[in-house]
Each structure stands twice: as C-alpha cells, then as structure tokens.
C-alpha cells in the first residue's frame, strides 16, 4: 500500500530534458513536494525522530515464530465453544437436547466470565487502596477500574432479561436434571461479596448453615477463607476516608465546625416550625424537627455511632464517615473530585449488585414461583431476603445524604484549606508501581508518594 500523503511525479517532456540515469520506484515518490531516494530518512528527520539507527523500543511478541498466534487459539475457542454440554441430551433416550437448556447454560457461563473480571478488578482496586498513602495521579486509574464494574453490573442486569425469554413451561423441560446444582455455588460470587466487605454477619442462612458449607472441596474452602482474612475493599476504603484533609486541621477543623453547622441548621429548622400559624402543621413541623435531630445525633454523638456499628446498622469507623461527608459537603475542590467519583461509584456499584439480585428474584418467581430451589434452598423467599439493606456492602454512604446541610450553613473554608484542596502534591516515587496491570500485593511497604488523602501533616493510619 503506497503512502496515501505521496504523489507520483509524472515524467518530464522528453524533448525538452536531458535523459537521466534509470530510476527506482522510490525515486518516484515523493513527500512534501521534494523527490528523495531515502524516503524514510526524509520522514524520521522531518519527525524529529533521527536516523533509522536510533535506539528502538522493544517489541513484545512471542518468543519464537513458530508459535504462531491466531484467533482460535489466543481465545481457547476450542475449550469455550465446546464447554455447554448439555445434560439434557445426555439422558434423553432418543438424545434430543431440550432447546432451552442451552440459552440457560451460555447466559450462566457468561456470570461466571464476568465474575472472573469483576474479581480482576476487585483485587486491583485492592492493591492500589492498600497502599499507605495513595498518589493523586492513581485516581484516574482507580475511577477507570469502578466505571467498568459498575458497566459490567449492568450489563449482567440486562443478561437477566434475556433469560426471561424462557417461559416455565420450558424451563420445566429440564429443570429435574439440575438438582442438586443451584447459583448458591457460584463460588465467585461469594468471593466478590466478601472482597467487596460482606460480613458474615449480615448473611441470612441457607438452609440454616453457613454458606462456606456449600464449597466442600479443599481449594474452594482455602479461597474463601483467603477472601475473609485479607483486607476487604470496604475496609481498605474506609482506612483512606480516614485520613482526609481537614478533619482535625488546627486551622479549619472540619468536624467542630459541621457540628456548629447542623445545630445551626437544626435551630433554624426549628424556629420555622415554631412559626407555623397553623396548629396542625406546626405540631407535624416540630415532630420531623425531632426526627431530623435524633438522626444528626446518631452521626455527631460517637457512642451513638458506635452502638450502631455493634448491631451492624453501619459498617465504617466514626473517622472515616466524617471524612466521606467532608468529601460530599466539598466536592467541588479540585482535591476532592476525584474521591467524590470514588464515593458515587462504589455506591453505583452496590446499587447494581442489588438491581441484580432484584432482576434473578423476579426472574425465579416467574419460573418457578414459590417452589423449592433446586440446591434445596427456600427459593424465592431465600433470595428475597438477600435484596434488603444489610447486603448492601456500602451503605454508609448511600445514608450521608441524610447529614447534608444547605450550602448556606455549611462552614466557609478557610484560604489556608482552599490552598490546601485546590492543589495536590505528588512527589514520585523510587519504584514507580504499574497500576495499568496488576501487580502483586505490596501491603503499603513499598510507597513512598503523597496520597489524596496523606500529606506532610497527615499522618497514615497503620493497621
């Protein structure tokens, strides 16, 4: 294929010019007008680039030519495409596969390759979290990473919709086949929810045992109980929100002067309804008043928050609710932006998580109804439990919007502080980590840069 920005120069009147020496095909092209027999000479020194002996960077590719990449193999299409082995097939006498068992396999076995990548990126959000103090620049990265989660959880919603072309009636075709199999074994699944902060705790029953009871095979056993013994994300988050700038700064102290704001807030609140001329609407004024004060309580008084933490109604520390609050109030400064994405993406991320078990419930109930599962769980009612708050991995930060105050009591920033949250310092460091793959765990030994969240006065939590 020629140059598409080279013109072939068309042969001077013979009559008029003197013949010249035979010419290459080169000869005959030319680049900005000028015929050059070194084309590509003339290129790398119009670029910059010098001449072709300059150092060249290396080429990644396959160590010998004999092993020849092509698409079937790069993908294992011949594993892939011949893994839906259909049972109903199996053991129809006559061999006939009921038609539907196929849609039901692909879209399950398309969970499970989505499973794989979500934990993909679990761990490297993981990785990058679990650093002591976190490089400004790693934000990009990190809000990359929760983007495609969150697009992945979607995409896996609208997978349900299609299985939803499947009536019971053939659905029943096969469903005998299945038993004693059930998506309660999809051991991926329950490695996202305990890397993502599930406790235990917040898990109902099944069956009235512990769901490590569904995976008896050794390896099995030995990646969940390393799913429970490794920090969470929830946990690795939590630690980050707790250094936030600001918190206990001696020149603006956030968390003294929110408290001032929400009493402000709240006595403002109050006047109003004190206000009302009209009985009635007055009494059912004061009444939300107490209402809004008893929540506000629940946040600013610690020991309220603190018994809330005990009966697993919240899930991150007093320190780290107050710098994510910080983070919503002040989102508009440069410094927070990023961390604020952070925040709406993990709620984002929590949200499809449960839109997706909601979108399987309904799917269930109109298959099946309200019989038995076939792992032998209570089907729908089991799976309806599953769809309530306490699964919600992030809840804290769905209820700090209940904390919010209008924009006119919020407390001004100081100059000092909008300095501070307007620029954000990084400072390379001696081992720069390639967060564009991921990388083997570092357990924060091995950073030495200014985080988002940890700078020359503030000082990173140590486990």
Not at 94 to 117: A, C, G, R, S, Y
Not at 153 to 161: F, G, K, N
Not at 253 to 258: A, G, H
Request: aromatic share 10%; glycine share 4%; charged share 25%.
């Amino acid at each position: 294929m020629s140059c598409p920005y080279a013109r072939f120069v068309e042969p001077e009147d013979e009559t008029t010019t003197t013949p010249s020496p035979p010419t290459t095909a080169t000869s005959k092209l030319t680049i900005n007008g000028a015929t050059d027999n070194n084309a590509l000479a003339e290129i790398l020194s119009l670029t910059g680039y010098g001449t072709p002996s300059s150092a060249k960077p290396e080429l990644k590719r396959l160590p010998s030519s004999d092993e020849l990449v092509t698409y079937r193999n790069y993908l294992q299409l011949n594993v892939l495409l011949n893994s839906q082995v259909l049972l109903s097939a199996q053991h129809d006498q006559n061999k006939n596969p009921v038609h539907d068992e196929h849609l039901f396999m692909i879209i399950h076995q398309t969970f499970e390759l989505w499973f794989k990548q979500i934990l993909w990126e679990i761990d490297s959000l993981r990785d990058i979290f679990g650093n002591q103090s976190i490089d400004e620049t790693h934000m990009f990265v990190s809000i990359n990473r929760l983007q495609r989660c969150a697009l992945i959880w979607r995409l896996l919603c609208d997978q349900i919709t299609i299985l939803e072309t499947m009536t019971p009636l053939d659905f029943m075709e096969f469903r005998s086949y299945l038993s004693p199999a059930s998506g309660f074994q999809s051991l991926q699944f329950r490695l996202i929810e305990n890397k993502l902060g599930l406790t235990e705790k917040s898990r109902v029953l099944y069956n009235q045992i512990s769901y490590k009871n569904a995976f008896p095979i050794a390896h099995e056993q030995k990646e969940l109980v390393d799913s429970l013994e490794e920090p969470t994300l929830l946990m690795l988050i939590e630690r980050w929100l707790e250094r936030t700038p600001g918190l206990e700064d001696p020149n603006f102290n956030f968390w003294e002067r929110y408290k001032r704001s929400a009493g402000q807030y709240i006595n403002y609140l109050q006047s109003n309804a004190e206000d009302e001329p009209n009985p009635t609407a007055r009494e059912a004024a004061l009444e939300d008043v107490k209402k809004t004060a008893d929540t506000f309580r629940s946040l600013i008084d610690e020991k309220f928050h603190q018994q809330l933490l005990a009966r697993s109604e919240r899930r991150m520390s007093h320190r780290a609710l107050q710098g994510a609050l910080m983070v919503m109030l002040y989102r508009e400064q440069p410094r927070f932006q990023g961390p604020y994405q952070i925040l709406s993406l993990l709620m984002d991320v929590d949200a499809l998580i449960t839109k997706w078990r909601y979108n399987h419930l309904i799917l269930v109930q109109r298959q099946i109804g309200n019989k038995q599962g076939t792992g032998g769980s209570a089907g729908y009612s089991y799976l309806r439990s599953t769809c309530s708050d306490r699964y919600k991995v992030f809840i804290d930060l769905f209820n700090l919007a209940s904390f919010i105050i209008p924009r006119e009591f919020l407390p001004k920033l100081t100059s000092e502080m909008k300095m501070r949250l307007a620029v954000a310092n990084v400072e390379p460091s001696t081992q720069e980590t390639d967060l564009h793959r991921t990388s083997g765990k570092n357990n924060g030994k091995d950073n030495n840069e200014n985080s988002f969240m940890s700078d020359h006065d503030f000082h990173p939590v140590t486990d």
